[in-house]
């Protein structure tokens, strides 16, 4: 079993900065991708940002140049650097994650959302 826990989320005032989380543990052989996703009520789920094994990442073109995705060492965490905050950021930030298992089966888990509120 596969378990991704997130942390970091919170609110903030516009032009502010946050830090999200996401630690992947359990049966993981490798990971083929990381990413984090957010929903804004009404709204339907958008990726946000991405890293895929090699570590090329891409972003949405509303957060480029604000946001920055990155991993650790053991490339089991994946991060979220979030400055210049807007008030049109503010939704339920969910990391995803892609990975194998050691049979080699492919899984994407969904970690349980945090949220984050950008106040004007």
């Known amino acids: 079993q596969v378990q991704l826990v997130e942390s970091g989320g919170g609110l903030v005032q516009a032009g502010g900065s946050l830090r999200l989380s996401c630690a992947a543990s359990?049966?993981?052989?490798?990971?083929?991708?990381m990413g984090w996703y957010r929903q804004a009520p009404g709204k339907q789920r958008e990726l946000v940002a991405a890293?895929?094994?090699?570590?090329?990442?891409n972003y949405a073109d509303s957060v480029k140049g604000r946001f920055t995705i990155s991993r650790d060492n053991a490339k089991t965490t994946v991060y979220l650097q979030m400055n210049s905050l807007k008030p049109e950021d503010t939704a339920v930030y969910y990391c995803?994650?892609?990975?194998?298992?050691?049979?080699?089966?492919?899984?994407?888990?969904w970690g349980q959302g945090t949220q984050v509120t950008v106040s004007s």
């Open positions: 995803n994650v892609v990975y194998f298992d050691k049979i080699g089966y492919s899984y994407n888990r």
């Open positions: 359990g049966s993981i052989s490798s990971i083929n991708r």
């Open positions: 890293m895929i094994v090699g570590g090329s990442t």
